[in-house]
């Protein structure tokens, strides 16, 4: 017979965790009945909803690493729920110099499958159901998820990116009075996914300040800082030593940057208060990072001379040849990134749906973005694009986009 | 300043979690005040909690099928959440060929962040606030935590494990009574963990029955299907085809007898419903099983020839040894495991807690074991035992174990 009927709630929870228009699912989309207007542009796929390993491989000795974590063996294959002790021990080291701050290997920091893993765990940890959760609008999409799944109460925040050329434009005010009237917990990216934008020191510091004042914990996601552009000042919340070191945990991973996404891993620090419950949930979730990949860990902040900022440097060029097509394109609007892979352009006005444009971009010119419903309610004609893609395929296909989105605007 | 106060169910919620006595976490655990009794016995280190992929390595290959994945690139790196197509499609036909029942991959299958991370994903879809679920004791520990941490009400089955020679001695009565009085909800592994019990062909068609009539789902955790000892028949309740498909869902993964469990990998197949929850949780718990990693199960249920016989006459040989110390030992009862690498020992009637015991097991012989409480908390005197290690050491690590116990005998 068909299952017992189940709790609403249940059903409710499952229909907001939609996952047809997320990064990487466009396959699974279904595309009835959508108004095509002209024909096809022919030129070379480019996927923006995440960045092309091919373009840009990982750290060099990555896959050596993987060998000889898988030399060590049983050892290596099962660690600790929050990561093998030795891979911990070096890598936090690295991570306290990389922003301001000590690290106690030990007590205050996991490794986890993914920055994925360590949002999730995080947000479990913090988040009890009907608890308040000051989010940013536009912020990452899964942000807004995990607060709804662990029954979270999102207080949305406002960032006004169109209207600063420095720093994020976060509303400070609004953020004073939410965590004011309740708000137990704050997240937030920086550098911001989708904008690209960095928070200025002032605001860091105005964020720092508030959050100790009032007792609100803090969850800084910080996967693109160590791609920071020409020019832009980044500060590390926790560099500036202001919030009780208990309240604020900083998630990283090297996925993004450092091209290691196949390997799933990510890592969160801070406080060992968080950390504890994090590997607590990590026993139940998925035990560990994979064993043998945690050993790929050892080249991460370690890597060849020069590396790094090549590959920052690659990436600036891919930005500054795509934001100038936007400009010269009528009717976009482009915020500068600061870091990071992503921009978040916004279009002309269109007489078609941001989630219908995205089909049509993919089925006519085999480009590949995100809508920015993602990443809020009203960003409803935005899109996301993660440039870190080969520059020449990448600036053709914004052409193509601004060509496809030029049919259908009003 | 101090974080505000939270919601005191979330602090009840982690309180439930610990970790402290969970396999591969014993070097964490705080030893004062423990009665140490004699001189400490020197001996081959073993840790039961787990099994040793270095006396049992993994699949031949393993780490060139990982090469080639990397080699890939982008593609292999960001898959669908639910794994890569093409994997899933091999997968599929080997595990219907297994379990007697067609498997679609595209809508009825998804790779996971090993069997853990499976088990997770399904209880997650499965599980509203207050819905009661029915649970074996004893059974796998994340089980009762997983019901406990998405807030549904436990109801635990009993088990007569030392009351029969065949099949698993489940209290079907009780689990008829408790699926009429309203359990949405029915999980457990068979193998059974911790005991190796295999539930009888009758058993099997009985909860099938039960489930049917009274629309309960169904998650079975086969984790160690594949190793069934000489004479024992094994039953795939989806091979019965009795139960609604909608509502079972079959869980597996490659950690255990092909020793894969660095990779992290499991597979999820079912109830295309179920599947397409557990898709949309793992986009905001990790997003994918690691992409390299997935290509490593080319090789699964494709080993060489003979290989598969060759690992479980392995382990059937340690178990009757084990089994055989075990006997030899007055006042120790055991069932003879029928699957799978675990075993439960009973002990004789100790004057120290089994928790207390396990603590100096390992200080005075570097003997780990699970203690029972983790898998009921009626199980206050039995202990888990995962015999898959060297064979040599593992039989004298249970002897030291036996000489261990008896300084501590009422």
Redesign the interface.
Known sequence: ????P??S??TE??AK???ES?P??E??QQVDSIDLRGDRIVGTPVDFS?G???AH?PIPGS?EL??R??EV??S??????RGQAAIREQLAAKLAEFTGAPIDSDSEMIL???T??AL?LAMG???????KVAIVEPDYF?NR??VE?FEGELVPVGMDYFGTDSGSGIDLLKLGECFRY?V?LFVFSNPNNPTGVVYSPDEILAIAELA??????VIVDQLYSRQIFDGVRYTHLRGLDKL?S??LLTIIGPSKTE?L????LGAAFGSSQMID?M???Q???????????QTVLANWFSEPTGWIQARIAAHQAIRDDIHEAFLRANGFKLRLGEGGSYLFPQMPEMDISIGDFVKVLRLQAEVIVTPGTQFGPQFTNSFRINFSQDHTAAVQAIQRTIEIANRYRV
Chains 1, 2 share one sequence.
């Open positions: 017979m068909n299952a017992l189940e709790s709630l249940l929870k499952f965790l939609g996952v997320a990487g699912q396959g699974r995440h092309d390993v091919d491989p896959l993987f060998q974590g898988y063996g049983g290596q294959a099962y660690t600790e729920y986890t499958p993914g994925q893993g999730f940890a913090n988040i009890g159901r009907g608890d899964a998820k995990l799944f309740g137990k100790e004042t009032h007792g609100v914990r009780n208990d309240n091209s996404s196949g390997f799933r419950r590997e607590k949930l026993a139940i979730v998925s035990l560990r990072a994979a064993g043998y990949c």
